[in-house]
C-alpha cells in the first residue's frame, strides 16, 4: 500500500525515518508531502495514495474526493477536529487518532504556564506557589491523567469532572471526583481544560462559568479555542481583575485579551504536543496503526464509526 505523510508542519526527522522504517518492514511505501503552501500540492499527492497520516492538516472533503484509492486517515494526535469525519464516513474512509502519545507533553506544558503565571510571568515581583492550591480538571482523559499525576507531584489538591467517566473511576486515581462542571469552578483555584470541540462543547466556557471561579481564580486552557467563548471571556475579565486566562492557543480576539496584561498569556502557536518525544511518538504509533489495519482490519482507534 502507498501512505503518504502530509504534514505542512514536519515532523522530526527521527519520527519520518521510524514510520518509513515501520511501513516498508510490513511491504508499504511512504511518500512525503511536507511544508506544502498550496491546497493543490495536497490534492495532488493524495490522488493515487491508499492511507495517509497527517498532523493538524485539514482533510476537508475536497482532499477526500481527489483521494480515489484512500482508505485510512490517521492524525497524529489526539484531537481531529481538522478532518471531516462525517464526510470521510460517507466516503468509506477510515479516520482514526493515535490518544495517548501527546499525553505527557501536553501535561508538563499546562504546569510550565501555571508556574510562569503564579510566579508573576517572572517579572521579578513576589508571586504564589501550587502546594496546596485546588486544581481542577475537566475531562479526565489521557492528558487529564497526566495532569493529575504532575499535580501531585506539585502537592497540589486535585478535583477532576468528566461526564463520560463515572466520578467513582476518577477517585480510584486519587482524585477528588465532582458532580458537575460547575462544581469544578466553584472548588477549584485553577482549572485546566482538556475537553475536545464538539457541538456541545464549543463557545461552553463562557461568562457564567468562569464567573463562579473564587477570587483569584486561572483557567488554563491547552485544548481547543473554540470551547471558549471569547466575547464573554474578555467581558468577565474586564470586570474581574482578580481573574487570569492562560492558553497555548492564541484566541482570534488575541489583540483585546492583551489588554489585560500581567492577567493573559498566549504562546505564539500552539505548543502542548511540541517536544521531540511526542512528536516521535504520535507519528510512529498513526504508522503502526495503519499497519495494522491493513494487516488485519484492526480498528481500535476508529473515530468516525
Given at each position: 500500500?502507498?501512505?503518504?505523510?502530509?504534514?505542512?508542519?514536519?515532523?522530526?526527522?527521527?519520527?519520518?525515518?521510524?514510520?518509513?522504517?515501520?511501513?516498508?518492514?510490513?511491504?508499504?511505501?511512504?511518500?512525503?508531502?511536507?511544508?506544502?503552501?498550496?491546497?493543490?500540492?495536497?490534492?495532488?499527492?493524495?490522488?493515487?495514495?491508499?492511507?495517509?497520516?497527517?498532523?493538524?492538516?485539514?482533510?476537508?472533503?475536497?482532499?477526500?474526493?481527489?483521494?480515489?484509492?484512500?482508505?485510512?486517515?490517521?492524525?497524529?494526535?489526539?484531537?481531529?477536529?481538522?478532518?471531516?469525519?462525517?464526510?470521510?464516513?460517507?466516503?468509506?474512509?477510515?479516520?482514526?487518532?493515535?490518544?495517548?502519545?501527546?499525553?505527557?507533553?501536553?501535561?508538563e506544558l499546562v504546569f510550565g504556564l501555571l508556574v510562569f503565571t503564579v510566579r508573576n510571568f517572572f517579572n521579578?515581583?513576589?508571586?504564589?506557589?501550587?502546594?496546596?492550591?485546588?486544581?481542577?480538571?475537566?475531562?479526565?482523559?489521557?492528558?487529564?491523567?497526566?495532569?493529575?499525576?504532575?499535580?501531585?507531584?506539585?502537592?497540589?489538591?486535585?478535583?477532576?469532572?468528566?461526564?463520560?467517566?463515572?466520578?467513582?473511576?476518577?477517585?480510584?486515581?486519587?482524585?477528588?471526583?465532582?458532580?458537575?462542571?460547575?462544581?469544578?469552578?466553584?472548588?477549584?483555584?485553577?482549572?485546566?481544560?482538556?475537553?475536545?470541540?464538539?457541538?456541545?462543547?464549543?463557545?461552553?466556557?463562557?461568562?457564567?462559568?468562569?464567573?463562579?471561579?473564587?477570587?483569584?481564580?486561572?483557567?488554563?486552557?491547552?485544548?481547543?479555542?473554540?470551547?471558549?467563548?471569547?466575547?464573554?471571556?474578555?467581558?468577565?475579565?474586564?470586570?474581574?481583575?482578580?481573574?487570569?486566562?492562560?492558553?497555548?492557543?492564541?484566541?482570534?480576539?488575541?489583540?483585546?485579551?492583551?489588554?489585560?496584561?500581567?492577567?493573559?498569556?498566549?504562546?505564539?502557536?500552539?505548543?502542548?504536543?511540541?517536544?521531540?518525544?511526542?512528536?516521535?511518538?504520535?507519528?510512529?504509533?498513526?504508522?503502526?496503526?495503519?499497519?495494522?489495519?491493513?494487516?488485519?482490519?484492526?480498528?481500535?482507534?476508529?473515530?468516525?464509526?
Amino acid at each position: 500500500m502507498k501512505i503518504l505523510v502530509a504534514t505542512e508542519k514536519p515532523f522530526a526527522a527521527a519520527a519520518v525515518n521510524g514510520i518509513k522504517n515501520e511501513a516498508q518492514a510490513a511491504g508499504h511505501e511512504v511518500v512525503l508531502l511536507e511544508k506544502y503552501t498550496d491546497k493543490q500540492q495536497l490534492l495532488d499527492a493524495v490522488a493515487d495514495v491508499d492511507a495517509m497520516i497527517v498532523r493538524s492538516d485539514k482533510v476537508t472533503p475536497e482532499v477526500l474526493d481527489a483521494a480515489k484509492n484512500l482508505k485510512i486517515v490517521v492524525r497524529a494526535g489526539a484531537g481531529y477536529d481538522s478532518i471531516d469525519t462525517a464526510y470521510a464516513k460517507e466516503k468509506g474512509v477510515i479516520v482514526e487518532n493515535t490518544p495517548g502519545q501527546n499525553s505527557n507533553a501536553v501535561a508538563e506544558l499546562v504546569f510550565g504556564l501555571l508556574v510562569f503565571t503564579v510566579r508573576n510571568f517572572f517579572n521579578g515581583k513576589s508571586g504564589s506557589e501550587l502546594k496546596g492550591k485546588k486544581l481542577g480538571i475537566l475531562a479526565f482523559g489521557n492528558v487529564g491523567r497526566n495532569v493529575a499525576r504532575i499535580a501531585k507531584g506539585f502537592g497540589m489538591d486535585v478535583y477532576a469532572f468528566d461526564e463520560f467517566v463515572p466520578k467513582e473511576k476518577i477517585e480510584e486515581q486519587g482524585v477528588h471526583g465532582v458532580n458537575s462542571r460547575d462544581e469544578l469552578f466553584e472548588v477549584c483555584d485553577v482549572v485546566s481544560l482538556h475537553i475536545p470541540a464538539t457541538a456541545e462543547t464549543r463557545e461552553s466556557i463562557n461568562y457564567q462559568v468562569v464567573n463562579l471561579m473564587k477570587k483569584g481564580g486561572i483557567v488554563v486552557n491547552t485544548a481547543r479555542k473554540e470551547v471558549i467563548n471569547e466575547a464573554e471571556l474578555i467581558k468577565l475579565l474586564a470586570e474581574r481583575e482578580d481573574l487570569k486566562y492562560i492558553t497555548d492557543i492564541k484566541p482570534d480576539a488575541d489583540e483585546e485579551f492583551r489588554k489585560f496584561e500581567g492577567r493573559y498569556f498566549a504562546t505564539p502557536k500552539k505548543m502542548g504536543a511540541q517536544t521531540a518525544e511526542a512528536n516521535i511518538n504520535a507519528g510512529i504509533a498513526a504508522a503502526k496503526q495503519i499497519i495494522s489495519y491493513f494487516a488485519t482490519g484492526d480498528e481500535k482507534f476508529r473515530v468516525n464509526k
